[in-house]
């Protein structure tokens, strides 16, 4: 099999251009994926963040601007991982400049900026996907296809959520995720509400209406340049619940909530997914990743089985299908997808999150925040 190798510019090499790195550098992982992936330029205004990539061979550009990396011609393919205040301007350079990228969530820092970024792809040939890697636990696609199935019957409840730990540490500095300046005011939502919004949307559950509980539960933080206290002016959790179209049952609506949480006591970074119908249901969460929960009903009883979905994802693996599956192992079967997708090889199998979901979730979070003000449910 020829594989097309496919050079990447990184814009934005912190946390998340760093975890690129790491799946292309265990690329081999994959059996048989059309592609090979090569990071060759980084554009960060930090010298730190740059200089970090000096450790990969292949890198042959690091620069402090984003723009090279836009119009140079021999980049295929652009992964933008920058703060939230900045992702309109450059992915509406790239898609004007016809770059293929798969964007960061939450598309925008808002509403506004989601539609701004949509209208450039819908004049543009670029190949746009956008990051959320947790559907592609095992257990999760597997929750996924047997909601897909029609085996639940009529949609009683959905429950979506992301239960993160990392503000639980009141001593923790102050970043740029935590000032709605550049993290945006949908807060948590624009942190983690792609990530609870995409299986739901590509299972075709259509949001009708949105009521909100939003919290600030850490107001203040230290600048740790300072070692002053600054606002912490974001949502730390958002409970949204939703009125929901049942796809397979036309004319009916469910009820949803879409959870997501940076303060979540007891949790380190879990990821749940649970659907319930009148004929069945499933129910999956990181933290018990090696098993997914269904529910039957069966000679008049009511009976959760366990299953254990494996190493199976979207792509197979030289590991194989008998062991376990983990944060990092998301993240290179997420890759996997978008790359398979790009070059007409993903088929029928489950694709990171499209530009028009990302869209519609944003939909969402600006009615989640109408409903904070008005203490009222919002209609989409
Ligand atoms: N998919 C996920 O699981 C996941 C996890 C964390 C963050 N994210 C998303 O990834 C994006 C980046 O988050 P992060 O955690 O990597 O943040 P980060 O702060 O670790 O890294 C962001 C980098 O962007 C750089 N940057 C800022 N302005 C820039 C510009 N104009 N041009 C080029 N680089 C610039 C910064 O110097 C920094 O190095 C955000 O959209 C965030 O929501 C996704």
Request: aromatic letters at 8%.
């Amino acid at each position: 099999m020829t594989k097309q190798r496919v050079r990447i510019g990184i814009i934005g090499g912190g946390l998340m251009g760093r975890e690129l790195a790491v799946v292309c550098g265990r690329w081999l992982q994959l059996v048989d994926h059309p592609v090979i992936p090569e990071i060759v330029a980084v554009a960060d205004p930090n010298p730190a963040a740059r200089a970090w990539f000096e450790q990969i061979s292949s890198v042959e550009t690091l620069t402090d601007d984003w723009r090279v990396l836009v119009d140079d011609p021999t980049i295929d393919v652009l992964y933008i991982a920058v703060p939230h205040n900045v992702h309109e301007e450059i992915y509406v350079a790239a898609a004007q400049a016809g770059k293929d990228f798969l964007a960061e969530k939450p598309f925008g820092i808002d509403l506004d900026a989601a539609h701004n970024i949509m209208a450039a792809l819908n004049d543009s040939s670029s190949f746009v996907r956008v990051s959320s890697e947790m559907p592609f636990f095992p257990g999760a696609l597997r929750s996924y296809a047997l909601a897909n199935s029609g085996a639940l019957g009529e949609l009683v409840d959905v429950r979506s959520g992301f239960a993160h730990s990392s503000d639980l540490d009141r001593s923790k500095p102050i970043n740029w995720k935590r000032i709605a300046e550049y993290c945006g005011r949908i807060g948590v939502m624009g942190d983690l509400g792609l990530h609870v919004a995409h299986v739901p949307l590509r299972l075709g559950y259509q949001p009708r209406s949105v009521y909100s509980m939003l919290d600030n539960i850490v107001t203040s933080r230290i600048d740790a340049a300072t070692s002053q206290p600054v606002a912490c002016d974001t949502w730390d959790n958002a409970l949204l619940a939703i009125k929901a179209a049942d796809p397979q049952h036309p004319g009916r609506d469910f009820s949803m909530l879409w959870e997501t949480r940076r303060i979540a006591p007891g949790n380190m970074n879990t990821w749940t997914f649970e659907a319930m119908g009148m004929d069945g249901g499933v129910r999956f969460s990181t933290r018990n990743p090696t098993s997914i929960q269904r529910f039957v009903k069966r000679d008049g009883e009511q009976v959760w089985e366990d299953i254990q979905p494996g190493n199976v994802s979207v792509w197979p693996t030289v590991a194989g299908g008998i062991f376990e599956f983990g944060f990092s192992d998301a993240l290179l079967q997420m890759w996997a997808a978008y790359f398979a997708e790009r070059a007409g090889e993903l088929g029928d199998r489950f694709g990171t999150a499209r530009p028009e979901e990302a869209l519609l979730s944003h939909q969402v979070f600006q009615a989640a925040l109408a409903s904070h003000e008005t203490s009222a449910a919002i209609d989409l």
